[in-house]
């Protein structure tokens, strides 16, 4: 009887970890391991993992290699594609300074279980946006400056202490156009850095 029930708990147990993905993990549960699990491609039921078509691919190849800035049309055409491809995502809280991109010392303990995860053998080699949102306090374009400063703090987080290699990320900011709680334009939870496996 015993056994059964640590089987059914294992089974019960295996469930919940593949229902992370796409989730905010609360941040007091966040761990390196509840990250890789909710960034490891997806398998389609044909076998053959979920990610970009090659024309995708290479448009995200010419955004890593650009050395101006994102316009945008390539933000706007980068949503879509990250949203038609199904790729994993996760939104990690990331705390910042009001009003800067330094890095707190809360948002080093949650970007240190991210460069964790993003050396783990599971992810290795694979590309990853990182994509700053804000609230919607204060202007668009500072907003959005704002945005574009913190996920380019992220990405040389992960670069200085964790040797990620800097053509795996492409940091990206979209200041308060994708809200995650649209119907509280200021609420906390639309303070976020959104990591999607681009599996390229």
Avoid: C, W
């Avoid at 089987?7 to 390196?32: C, E, F, K, N, R």
């Avoid at 955004?63 to 790729?87: D, F, P, Y």
């Amino acid at each position: 009887m015993k056994s059964v029930v640590r089987g059914v708990l294992g089974i019960l147990l295996m469930l919940s970890l593949l229902m992370i993905t796409d989730a905010v993990l609360a941040q007091d549960d966040l761990t390196s391991e509840g990250i890789v699990q909710a960034l490891k491609p997806k398998i389609k039921t044909r076998g053959a993992p979920s990610g970009l078509s090659p024309s995708d691919a290479a448009f995200v190849d010419r955004l890593k290699q650009k050395t101006r800035g994102i316009t945008v049309e390539e933000r706007a055409e980068l949503a879509t594609v990250v949203q038609q491809s199904g790729a994993p995502a996760i939104d990690l809280e990331v705390n910042f300074a009001y009003n800067s991109a330094a890095i707190t010392p809360a948002a080093a303990v949650t970007l240190s279980k991210l460069g964790q995860a993003l050396r783990s053998k599971e992810l290795g080699g694979a590309t990853f946006l990182l994509s700053g949102h804000t609230d919607a306090r204060g202007s668009k374009d500072y907003n959005q400056k704002l945005s574009e400063e913190r996920a380019k703090a992220v990405r040389s987080f992960l670069i200085d202490n964790f040797s990620i290699e800097p053509t795996r990320m492409l940091a990206v900011g979209y200041g308060f156009e994708q809200l995650k709680n649209p119907a509280n334009p200021e609420a906390d939870e639309n303070r976020r850095v959104q990591v999607v496996n681009l599996m390229r």
